[in-house]
């Protein structure tokens, strides 16, 4: 929650922290602000991986069955912007392992921006995505770095886990 809390104070929208569960995303954390931006999710609230910032991330560090499944199925489109053919789908996750990030513009909403993170355990294995949702405007490109730095910092500050000697 700290780092959440920092992302926030310097961000002045919606910070939140999903996980998977089965073929979705759902959010176990969300900080807001009064006058935010649009922002469909809530605390335990759920989308779909496709849509997602936070589920792009997920999915694209995610098994390989996950990933078949979710390019097999329907992908709804929220917004014109929304991923909702396979082709685009293999390529923004693609990319997503290569930069590091998802950024995802007016995916759910069009004055909306998501933008997440991965969240690795200390194997390296990606646990959660740590995301922000912003105003959909250029000036809102500078949350990258910011979440980077948190996400580093969640990771740093997991205990170990048991299975590592």
Same mark, same amino acid.
């Given at each position: 929650?700290?780092?959440?809390?920092?992302?926030?104070?310097?961000?002045?929208?919606?910070?939140?922290?999903?996980?998977?569960?089965?073929?979705?995303?759902?959010?176990?954390?969300?900080?807001?602000?009064?006058?935010?931006?649009?922002?469909?999710?809530?605390?335990?609230?759920?989308?779909?991986?496709?849509?997602?910032?936070?589920?792009?991330?997920?999915?694209?560090?995610?098994?390989?069955?996950?990933?078949?499944?979710?390019?097999?199925?329907?992908?709804?489109?929220?917004?014109?912007?929304?991923?909702?053919?396979?082709?685009?789908?293999?390529?923004?996750?693609?990319?997503?392992?290569?930069?590091?990030?998802?950024?995802?513009?007016?995916?759910?909403?069009?004055? !909306? $921006?998501? /933008?997440? %993170? *991965?969240?690795?355990?200390?194997?390296? @294995? +990606?646990?959660? !995505? $740590?995301? /922000?949702? %912003? *105003?959909?405007?250029?000036?809102?490109? @500078? +949350?990258?770095?910011? $979440?980077?730095?948190?996400?580093?910092?969640?990771?740093?500050?997991?205990?170990?886990?048991?299975?590592?000697?």
């Amino acid at each position: 929650m700290p780092f959440m809390e920092d992302v926030h104070a310097v961000v002045g929208h919606h910070v939140q922290l999903g996980v998977r569960d089965g073929d979705e995303v759902i959010f176990l954390e969300r900080l807001s602000a009064p006058k935010a931006v649009i922002n469909y999710t809530r605390i335990a609230g759920r989308l779909p991986m496709h849509a997602s910032s936070s589920g792009l991330v997920l999915l694209a560090h995610g098994p390989a069955d996950l990933r078949d499944r979710v390019l097999a199925g329907p992908m709804r489109a929220y917004t014109a912007n929304t991923i909702t053919t396979p082709d685009r789908l293999r390529s923004t996750l693609a990319d997503i392992r290569k930069q590091g990030f998802a950024w995802c513009p007016g995916h759910i909403h069009e004055e !909306a $921006l998501g /933008v997440a %993170v *991965p969240v690795k355990d200390a194997r390296g @294995a +990606v646990v959660a !995505a $740590l995301s /922000v949702i %912003v *105003p959909n405007t250029a000036e809102s490109r @500078a +949350v990258t770095g910011i $979440l980077m730095a948190a996400a580093r910092g969640i990771t740093r500050s997991l205990p170990p886990s048991p299975l590592i000697h």
